[in-house]
């Protein structure tokens, strides 16, 4: 293992639980159910962004009128009731890089734009939480993704630098934060792929959790 990553930071949705995709059908409802046709990439624009830079980003494409609140309830009550009747999937390979990092002492943090009450309550579900020394969410910090603050606090709260911790995502905006914040960022592609935008953010790039093992025996 390389002695100057003593960290490993984790986004939640795409990257530990397999929510994204309904984030995206879900937004994509919403929107339709006040008459706006938002596209899939329009979504994947959103992902990971704070209230701060997705309310102008969406009323950039649809103009002043777009009632992003209501929008973005519906698409929050929508997605619960999803998940509260049908659950979720776990990401491939989560608790054999949870367990590896325990293995090691490495301390674990998560930093996920979601809230900290739903959070918990995913972390809970999937029996992860427990692995976590810190569980940072977006209404936690005062600017969210692509800002470096989430990153730069989780960090903080490990008690260590930045530049000893990797962070592992799967969106662009996420990227962008914990490279930002000067963490080693990781990228487990989800519904992005690596592309010439996230290469100038991304140290490694690796198909699943568990083939990240690698990044910590130094084999990058």
């Given at each position: 293992m390389s002695n100057t990553v003593k960290g490993a930071i984790f986004d939640m949705d795409g990257l530990m639980i397999d929510t994204e995709k309904l984030l995206v059908k879900y937004w994509r409802q919403a929107a339709a159910e006040f008459g706006y046709e938002m596209t899939f990439e329009q979504v994947l624009g959103i992902r990971s962004l704070s209230r701060k830079y997705s309310v102008p980003k969406l009323k950039g494409i649809f103009g002043d009128e777009f009632p992003f609140d209501e929008v973005r309830s519906l698409r929050i009550r929508l997605m619960n009731e999803y998940i509260d009747k049908n659950g979720f999937d776990i990401k491939k390979g989560l608790f054999e890089l949870l367990d590896y990092l325990k293995s090691k002492g490495i301390k674990i943090a998560v930093a996920t734009a979601t809230s900290r009450d739903r959070a918990v309550m995913y972390l809970e579900r999937i029996n992860a939480l427990q692995y976590f020394d810190a569980v940072i969410c977006g209404d936690m910090v005062k600017n969210g993704k692509p800002e470096p603050d989430i990153y730069l606090t989780a960090?903080?709260?490990?008690?260590?630098?930045?530049?000893e911790c990797a962070a592992f995502e799967?969106?662009?905006?996420?990227?962008?934060?914990?490279?930002?914040?000067?963490?080693?960022?990781?990228?487990?592609?989800?519904?992005?792929?690596?592309?010439?935008?996230?290469?100038?953010?991304?140290?490694?790039?690796?198909?699943s959790l568990d083939k990240a093992v690698d990044f910590f025996e130094g084999s990058i």
């Open positions: 960090a903080a709260e490990l008690g260590l630098p930045p530049e799967d969106s662009p905006n996420g990227l962008k934060s914990a490279y930002a914040a000067g963490c080693k960022a990781v990228m487990i592609p989800d519904l992005s792929q690596p592309d010439s935008e996230t290469e100038p953010y991304t140290t490694a790039v690796y198909e």
